[in-house]
Protein backbone atom coordinates (compact mmCIF):
# COMPACT_ATOMS: atom_id res chain seq x y z
CA UNK A 1 0.00 0.00 0.00
CA UNK A 2 0.81 3.43 -0.69
CA UNK A 3 1.19 5.88 2.19
CA UNK A 4 2.24 9.13 2.22
CA UNK A 5 2.92 12.00 5.39
CA UNK A 6 1.16 15.30 4.82
CA UNK A 7 1.08 18.33 7.28
CA UNK A 8 1.73 15.34 10.07
CA UNK A 9 -1.31 13.46 8.79
CA UNK A 10 -0.91 9.99 7.70
CA UNK A 11 -2.46 9.63 4.58
CA UNK A 12 -3.44 6.57 2.46
CA UNK A 13 -6.12 3.43 2.52
CA UNK A 14 -7.91 2.64 5.58
CA UNK A 15 -6.88 5.35 7.35
CA UNK A 16 -9.16 6.87 9.92
CA UNK A 17 -8.71 9.90 11.89
CA UNK A 18 -9.77 10.39 15.95
CA UNK A 19 -8.81 13.29 17.98
CA UNK A 20 -7.13 12.81 21.71
CA UNK A 21 -7.18 15.44 24.56
CA UNK A 22 -4.41 13.29 25.93
CA UNK A 23 -1.28 15.52 24.81
CA UNK A 24 1.13 17.24 25.97
CA UNK A 25 2.83 19.82 23.20
CA UNK A 26 4.41 18.98 19.93
CA UNK A 27 7.74 17.09 18.89
CA UNK A 28 10.40 16.40 16.46
CA UNK A 29 10.08 12.54 15.93
CA UNK A 30 13.13 10.76 15.73
CA UNK A 31 12.10 7.11 16.57
CA UNK A 32 9.09 4.91 15.58
CA UNK A 33 8.07 2.69 18.69
CA UNK A 34 6.19 -0.33 18.10
CA UNK A 35 3.73 -1.67 20.72
CA UNK A 36 1.15 -4.56 21.14
CA UNK A 37 -2.16 -3.09 22.90
CA UNK A 38 -2.79 -6.87 24.98
CA UNK A 39 -6.08 -6.77 23.31
CA UNK A 40 -8.08 -8.24 20.34
CA UNK A 41 -10.61 -5.43 20.52
CA UNK A 42 -9.53 -2.38 17.86
CA UNK A 43 -12.27 -0.34 18.68
CA UNK A 44 -11.64 -0.74 22.31
CA UNK A 45 -7.94 0.23 21.60
CA UNK A 46 -9.36 3.09 19.42
CA UNK A 47 -11.57 4.30 22.21
CA UNK A 48 -9.02 3.42 25.14
CA UNK A 49 -5.87 5.05 23.70
CA UNK A 50 -8.19 8.31 22.05
CA UNK A 51 -10.76 9.23 24.39
CA UNK A 52 -10.71 7.35 27.74
CA UNK A 53 -9.84 8.44 31.06
CA UNK A 54 -6.61 5.87 31.08
CA UNK A 55 -3.70 8.33 30.68
CA UNK A 56 -2.33 6.57 27.15
CA UNK A 57 -2.38 7.56 23.99
CA UNK A 58 -0.12 7.13 20.94
CA UNK A 59 -0.60 8.50 17.23
CA UNK A 60 -1.47 5.41 15.36
CA UNK A 61 -3.78 2.14 15.95
CA UNK A 62 -3.15 -0.57 13.49
CA UNK A 63 -5.93 -3.27 13.43
CA UNK A 64 -6.19 -7.37 12.48
CA UNK A 65 -6.83 -6.63 8.56
CA UNK A 66 -4.69 -3.25 8.38
CA UNK A 67 -7.11 -0.79 9.39
CA UNK A 68 -5.59 2.05 10.92
CA UNK A 69 -6.50 5.54 13.16
CA UNK A 70 -4.74 8.00 13.47
CA UNK A 71 -4.92 9.69 17.22
CA UNK A 72 -3.66 13.41 17.09
CA UNK A 73 -1.24 14.85 14.76
CA UNK A 74 1.73 12.79 14.22
CA UNK A 75 3.99 15.56 16.01
CA UNK A 76 1.73 15.89 19.43
CA UNK A 77 3.43 14.42 22.18
CA UNK A 78 1.59 11.51 23.21
CA UNK A 79 1.90 9.26 25.89
CA UNK A 80 2.58 6.03 24.86
CA UNK A 81 6.49 5.11 25.84
CA UNK A 82 5.95 5.79 29.43
CA UNK A 83 9.39 5.94 31.21
CA UNK A 84 11.79 5.23 28.57
CA UNK A 85 15.03 5.97 27.24
CA UNK A 86 16.74 4.96 23.97
CA UNK A 87 20.40 6.11 22.70
CA UNK A 88 20.59 8.79 24.85
CA UNK A 89 17.37 9.73 24.40
CA UNK A 90 15.04 9.46 27.95
CA UNK A 91 11.15 9.67 27.94
CA UNK A 92 10.91 8.97 24.30
CA UNK A 93 7.21 10.19 24.31
CA UNK A 94 9.48 13.51 23.68
CA UNK A 95 11.36 11.83 20.65
CA UNK A 96 9.12 9.46 19.45
CA UNK A 97 5.81 8.09 17.41
CA UNK A 98 3.89 5.14 18.70
CA UNK A 99 1.98 2.80 16.87
CA UNK A 100 -0.46 0.48 18.78
CA UNK A 101 -0.81 -2.77 17.06
CA UNK A 102 -3.77 -4.56 18.13
CA UNK A 103 -2.93 -7.69 19.50
CA UNK A 104 -3.19 -9.78 22.67
CA UNK A 105 0.69 -10.38 23.03
CA UNK A 106 1.66 -13.42 25.83
CA UNK A 107 -1.05 -15.60 26.71
CA UNK A 108 -1.17 -18.02 29.46
CA UNK A 109 -1.84 -21.64 28.00
CA UNK A 110 -4.72 -20.35 25.23
CA UNK A 111 -5.96 -17.47 27.07
CA UNK A 112 -5.29 -13.48 26.84
CA UNK A 113 -4.23 -11.93 30.13
CA UNK A 114 -7.60 -10.88 30.47
CA UNK A 115 -8.85 -14.70 30.37
CA UNK A 116 -10.58 -14.65 26.82
CA UNK A 117 -9.45 -17.84 24.81
CA UNK A 118 -7.95 -17.88 21.47
CA UNK A 119 -8.68 -20.61 19.91
CA UNK A 120 -7.20 -22.08 16.04
CA UNK A 121 -9.03 -19.71 13.65
CA UNK A 122 -8.26 -16.78 15.60
CA UNK A 123 -7.08 -14.08 13.52
CA UNK A 124 -3.80 -14.34 15.45
CA UNK A 125 -0.75 -16.79 14.89
CA UNK A 126 0.39 -18.23 18.11
CA UNK A 127 3.88 -19.06 18.50
CA UNK A 128 5.73 -20.88 21.81
CA UNK A 129 8.96 -18.87 22.11
CA UNK A 130 10.96 -16.99 24.54
CA UNK A 131 11.23 -13.62 24.98
CA UNK A 132 14.01 -11.81 23.24
CA UNK A 133 15.09 -9.93 27.00
CA UNK A 134 14.80 -13.26 28.99
CA UNK A 135 12.05 -15.70 30.41
CA UNK A 136 10.56 -18.89 30.22
CA UNK A 137 8.87 -19.66 26.72
CA UNK A 138 5.32 -19.26 26.46
CA UNK A 139 3.04 -19.00 23.62
CA UNK A 140 2.41 -15.71 22.37
CA UNK A 141 -0.27 -14.11 19.55
CA UNK A 142 1.52 -12.57 16.62
CA UNK A 143 0.40 -9.72 14.58
CA UNK A 144 -1.14 -10.87 11.47
CA UNK A 145 0.23 -10.66 8.16
CA UNK A 146 -1.85 -7.70 7.14
CA UNK A 147 -0.61 -6.03 9.88
CA UNK A 148 2.60 -6.83 9.31
CA UNK A 149 2.70 -5.14 5.93
CA UNK A 150 0.61 -2.19 7.34
CA UNK A 151 3.01 -1.69 10.17
CA UNK A 152 6.10 -2.47 7.35
CA UNK A 153 4.07 0.20 4.59
CA UNK A 154 3.26 3.21 7.44
CA UNK A 155 7.01 3.16 8.90
CA UNK A 156 8.47 3.49 5.91
CA UNK A 157 6.30 6.50 5.40
CA UNK A 158 6.74 8.16 8.34
CA UNK A 159 10.40 7.09 8.90
CA UNK A 160 10.70 8.82 5.55
CA UNK A 161 9.35 12.57 5.99
CA UNK A 162 10.89 12.76 9.47
CA UNK A 163 13.94 11.71 8.80
CA UNK A 164 14.04 8.93 11.79
CA UNK A 165 16.76 7.54 13.37
CA UNK A 166 15.10 3.57 13.77
CA UNK A 167 11.80 1.80 14.73
CA UNK A 168 12.22 0.21 17.97
CA UNK A 169 9.65 -2.06 19.90
CA UNK A 170 8.42 -1.13 23.37
CA UNK A 171 10.42 -3.66 24.81
CA UNK A 172 13.96 -2.08 23.69
CA UNK A 173 13.34 1.33 25.48
Given amino acids: MTFTVKNHKL ?23 IHYTA ?12 TSSRPASCQL ?11 GALNDKLW ?10 NGLNSHSIGIEVTCPGPLDGDRTWYGK ?4 GSPYPFVHAAHK ?8 ARFTEKQIETVID ?5 MSYYKMQEAVGHDDI
Fill in 11 to 33: VGPNVTYANTKKKSGKINPKFLV
Fill in 39 to 50: SDNYAGDVATLS
Fill in 61 to 71: VVGVNGEITQI
Fill in 80 to 89: HAGKSSWKGY
Fill in 117 to 120: KLVD
Fill in 133 to 140: NGGPAKNW
Fill in 154 to 158: IGTAI
